[in-house]
C-alpha cells in the first residue's frame, strides 16, 4: 500500500525532475544551434531567446531541488509529501513565465505574418489571464505550502490553467495555419505554394505537441486530483513549449535550404530559373520572409510578385525570373 501511494505521489514528481532535465538539455542543444546558425540575427529575438534559456535553467534548478528534497532529504518521511518545497513552489512562478512568454512569442508572430490586429489583441489578453491564473495558483502554493491542498481547493483554476494553454496553443497554430493555407492556395507560383504548406504543416505539428502535453496534464488531473500524476505534465510544459519556439526559430535553416534547391533547380517539381531566398527582416517572427535573390534584368521581363502583407515587415514575397 504505501508502495502504491509513492507510485502516484513521489514518482510522478521524480518522472517530472527527469523530464525536465532531458528538456532543458534539448534546449541547450537548439540554443547553440541557434547561435551558430543565425548569429546576426534580429536583437529582439535573440535577446528572447536567451532570455527564455536563463528561465528555463533557473526552472530545472528549482525543479530538482523540490525532487531532491522530496526523494533524498526527506527520505522515508510519508508526512513530508503533503508539504512543497520551496524549488517547486518558485518553480511555478518561473514555468508559468516561460509557458505564456513563448505563447506570447506566437502571438507576436500570428500579428506580423496576418496583421491581424484584433485577432492578436483578443489572443494576448488570453495570454495574460493565463498568467495572472499561474500567479494566483503560485501564490496559493506558497501560502498552504502543500500541493494536495492546492489541488483541492484550487481545482477550478487547475482545470481553466490546463485547458486554456492547450486551447490557445490549438488556436495559435490553427490561425497562422489557415492563414498561410489560404496565401498557398492564392499563390501564382507552384514554388511558392510548396513552401507555404511545409509552413502550415510545421506550425501544425509544433503547436498541437505543445498542447498535448496541456491536455495531458488537464486530463490527469481530471481523472484523479488526490495523485500528483498531473504534476508530471505539468513540470514538462516549460520545457516543451520553449523546445517548440526553438525549432520554429532554427526551422528557418531548413527553409533556407529548400530556397537553395529552388534557385539550383535541382529539386523536383520547381521550375527553372526561380530565386527565393530567406532573409531575416522580420521582427519577433521565426518564419523568415522570403524575397527575390535578384531583379529582373528586363522591365518587360516576366515577374511575377505575391501579395505583400500590410504589416510593418513584409513576410513573404515571391519574384519568378
Not at 136 to 144: D, P
Not at 160 to 171: E, K, R, T, Y
Not at 252 to 278: D, E, N, W
Not at 280 to 309: F, G, L, Y
Amino acid at each position: 500500500m504505501v508502495a502504491f501511494a509513492l507510485n502516484l505521489t513521489l514518482g510522478p514528481i521524480i518522472c517530472g525532475a527527469f523530464f525536465t532535465v532531458f528538456f532543458f538539455g534539448l534546449t541547450c542543444m537548439q540554443t547553440i544551434n541557434y547561435l551558430k546558425q543565425f548569429p546576426n540575427d534580429f536583437w529582439m529575438i535573440k535577446y528572447t531567446v536567451m532570455f527564455l534559456w536563463v528561465l528555463q535553467l533557473t526552472y530545472t534548478a528549482c525543479i530538482c531541488q523540490g525532487a531532491y528534497v522530496l526523494a533524498v532529504t526527506d527520505f522515508g518521511q510519508l508526512l513530508s509529501l503533503l508539504s512543497t518545497p520551496w524549488g517547486l513552489n518558485l518553480g511555478v512562478v518561473i514555468g508559468s513565465l516561460i509557458d505564456h512568454g513563448v505563447q506570447a512569442f506566437f502571438v507576436t508572430r500570428i500579428y506580423k505574418v496576418t496583421g491581424a490586429l484584433y485577432v492578436s489583441i483578443f489572443l494576448w489578453i488570453i495570454v495574460a489571464l493565463l498568467q495572472v491564473t499561474s500567479f494566483k495558483l503560485a501564490a496559493e502554493a506558497i501560502r498552504t505550502d502543500s500541493i494536495p491542498i492546492v489541488g483541492q481547493t484550487q481545482k477550478w483554476l487547475l482545470n481553466l490553467l490546463f485547458f486554456g494553454d492547450a486551447s490557445l496553443d490549438i488556436v495559435n497554430a490553427c490561425v497562422l495555419s489557415f492563414y498561410l493555407k489560404v496565401k498557398s492556395r492564392s499563390a501564382f507560383s507552384k514554388n511558392t505554394a510548396i513552401i507555404l504548406d511545409r509552413l502550415v504543416v510545421y506550425t501544425l505539428q509544433t503547436g498541437f505537441l505543445t498542447s498535448m502535453v496541456a491536455l495531458g496534464a488537464a486530463i490527469a488531473y481530471r481523472i484523479a486530483p488526490e495523485d500528483y500524476i498531473w504534476t508530471f505534465f505539468f513540470m514538462s510544459m516549460p520545457g516543451s513549449f520553449l523546445n517548440a519556439l526553438l525549432a520554429n526559430v532554427n526551422n528557418r535553416r531548413s527553409l533556407s535550404q529548400v530556397s537553395a534547391a529552388v534557385s539550383t533547380g535541382t529539386t523536383t517539381g520547381f521550375s527553372q530559373g526561380a530565386s527565393i531566398q530567406f532573409t531575416r527582416n522580420v521582427v519577433m517572427d521565426p518564419i523568415s520572409s522570403v524575397r527575390s535573390e535578384h531583379e529582373p534584368e528586363d522591365p518587360d521581363s516576366n515577374a511575377i510578385e505575391m501579395n505583400k502583407v500590410s504589416t510593418p515587415s513584409d513576410i513573404y514575397t515571391f519574384s519568378a525570373v
